[in-house]
């Protein structure tokens, strides 16, 4: 695999919830062919200064899937899943995948902070100017985003806290100064780390994360059946359910799981 062959790609979204209120809908996407210049396509901030219809962007994110060249991300499956759930394209074969993030933990697994900004920062020497740029856009405007959206921004250390959950609000030239820095960040870190990880011998290890991580993302979506023996004792929050059924305490049951809550009960083999 040469680099130069890599498209990284880089939702910004609205805030992001627990399944099943999840994808988040994304605002715009920052994709980058090789080491050419990143290029932001903004269609849904609310503060305007978008550059394209949701349409077009879509067109583009087709093109990078129709491409047949290997994908770059940084938590892959957070953006393949609005690829895959909101734009309904299909979900790329495991190889064409890469995933800096898991290089990351490869590297340093006990590293105190696993973003990519700190990361960017701490590898490459590179500040995050464009996420303080953000934050200070978001505190200049606080009374119109308690007004309009909901949302009450509040400073720690001078900073804005958890400035995130407001990307989707900004303008869209911003943002994209902060999605192009994260596509641009995400490939510096892949070119960084890779040769490390193939001179420890871990790129094999790499490998199987990739292997494994579409079916980690099909049991999220789809969820996944436990068997429960002696359902009462220790399920009480799903109790309900099981006194529907009139079951005695023996009887095995089935617990269907989806992101972590249980949605469902019912007899083994039903």
Same mark, same amino acid.
């Given at each position: 695999?040469?680099?130069?062959? $890599?498209?990284?790609?880089? #939702? ?6 627990? *399944?099943?209120?999840?994808? &988040? ?15 932001? #396509? ?20 087709? *093109? ?15 953006? =393949? ?6 734009? %309904?394209?299909? =979900? ?8 800096? !993030? ?6 340093? &697994?006990?590293?105190?902070?696993? +973003? ?32 309009? #959206? ?5 400073? !720690? ?13 900004? &303008?869209?030239? =911003? ?11 995400? #490939? ?5 780390? !890779? ?27 789809? %969820? ?7 359902? *009462? ?9 099981? +006194? *529907?059924?009139?079951?005695? +305490?023996?009887?095995? $049951?089935?617990?269907?799981? $989806?992101?972590?809550?249980?949605? !469902? ?6």
């Amino acid at each position: 695999m040469k680099y130069e062959d $890599l498209i990284t790609i880089d #939702f910004e979204t609205k805030v992001i919830e627990d *399944r099943p209120v999840y994808p &988040p809908k994304p605002a715009g996407v920052s994709i980058k062919y090789g080491s050419d210049q990143s290029h932001y #396509f903004a269609w849904g901030h609310a503060a305007g200064g978008n550059n394209c219809t949701e349409e077009e962007a879509k067109n583009e994110i087709a *093109r990078a899937m129709a491409s047949g060249r290997p994908l770059l991300f940084f938590n892959a499956y957070f953006d =393949l899943s609005i690829v895959v759930e909101y734009f %309904g394209f299909e =979900l790329p074969h495991w190889s064409l995948v890469h995933d800096a !993030a898991v290089l990351a933990f490869l590297i340093d &697994p006990h590293g105190l902070k696993h +973003d990519l900004k700190s990361l960017a920062e701490e590898n490459l020497n590179w500040p995050p100017e464009e996420r303080d740029a953000i934050g200070e856009w978001v505190w200049e405007h606080r009374k119109r985003i308690r007004e309009e #959206f909901d949302l009450n921004p509040t400073r !720690a250390k001078g900073k804005v806290s958890k400035v995130w959950q407001y990307y989707w609000i900004v &303008p869209g030239d =911003l943002a994209g100064a902060y999605a192009e820095g994260d596509t641009d960040r995400t #490939f510096e870190l892949f070119k960084y780390w !890779a040769p490390h990880v193939h001179r420890l011998g871990m790129w094999p290890a790499y490998n199987r994360e990739r292997e494994v991580a579409p079916i980690f993302y099909q049991n999220e979506v789809v %969820g996944q059946l436990e068997a429960l023996r002696g359902a *009462r004792v220790g399920v009480d929050h799903v109790g309900e359910q099981v +006194d *529907r059924l009139g079951r005695a +305490d023996s009887v095995d $049951l089935v617990a269907r799981v $989806l992101g972590g809550v249980v949605v !469902a009960v019912e007899p083994v083999g039903v």
